[in-house]
Nanobody
């Protein structure tokens, strides 16, 4: 059974930075996209950022210019650099790595931004 493990979450004051990391318990072959999602209490899960096989990236409008996604699909590692954090960024952040046939998810890491 493959597990994704996130790390790097925590509490930070508004304007601060955090870097989230995600790694797989074993190698997953044929990953074509990796991304980060988040879910705040009482709200639906939303895509924060994604990176495809060719290196193209996609960001939610709310984080564009503040967050940067990077990673290596062959190593099943993905990172999310979060700068200029706002209280609205408070949520549980989930790592996702996907093949054509299956999505793998992490357990989530809490990010709390205080005003």
């Amino acid at each position: 059974q493959v597990q994704l493990v996130e790390s790097g979450g925590g509490s930070v004051q508004a304007g601060g930075s955090l870097r989230l990391s995600c790694a797989a318990s074993r190698i997953i072959f044929n990953i074509n996209v990796m991304g980060w999602y988040r879910q705040a209490p009482g709200k639906q899960r939303e895509l924060v950022a994604a990176i495809s096989s060719d290196g193209s990236t996609n960001y939610a409008d709310s984080v564009k210019g503040r967050f940067t996604i990077s990673g290596d699909k062959s190593k099943n590692t993905v990172y999310l650099q979060m700068n200029s954090l706002k209280p609205e960024d408070t949520a549980v952040y989930y790592c996702n790595q996907a093949t054509r046939w299956w999505h793998y998810w992490g357990q989530g890491t809490q990010v709390t931004v205080s005003s």
